[in-house]
């Protein structure tokens, strides 16, 4: 089993800047495929990024050139930068995870972290 842990969300202004970071624990698995969601009020889960482990990144249209996603695999460890940041990021935003265990892929999610975007 894999545990994913989010953090770094909180209150900033518009055009702030914020760092999430989802650390993956536990025995016996490496990184696949690693992303992020973001569910605002009233609103459906959609995907902001995706980066594979070949590195191919995909990103939402509403973020492209202001939120960058990384990974580091040595620490378990995904990242989205967060920049020019506007009230419309405003929601509730989840890690997601695909690993391999004995050679199955398993897919897990962070428990989220706000990020609320507002004077």
């Known amino acids: 089993q894999v545990q994913a842990v989010e953090s770094g969300g909180g209150l900033v202004q518009p055009g702030g800047s914020l760092r999430l970071s989802c650390v993956a624990s536990?025995?016996?698995?490496?990184?696949?495929?690693v992303g992020w969601y973001r569910q605002a009020p009233g609103k459906g889960r959609e995907s902001v990024a995706s980066?594979?482990?070949?590195?191919?990144?995909v990103y939402a249209d509403s973020v492209k050139g202001r939120f960058t996603i990384s990974r580091d695999d040595a620490k378990n460890t995904v990242y989205l930068q967060m920049n020019n940041l506007k009230p419309e990021d405003t929601a509730v935003y989840y890690c997601?995870?695909?690993?391999?265990?004995?050679?199955?892929?398993?897919?897990?999610w962070g428990q989220g972290t706000q990020v609320t975007v507002s004077s």
């Open positions: 980066l594979t482990d070949a590195g191919a990144i």
């Open positions: 997601h995870i695909k690993a391999i265990m004995s050679s199955l892929l398993r897919t897990y």
């Open positions: 536990g025995i016996g698995f490496r990184l696949n495929t």
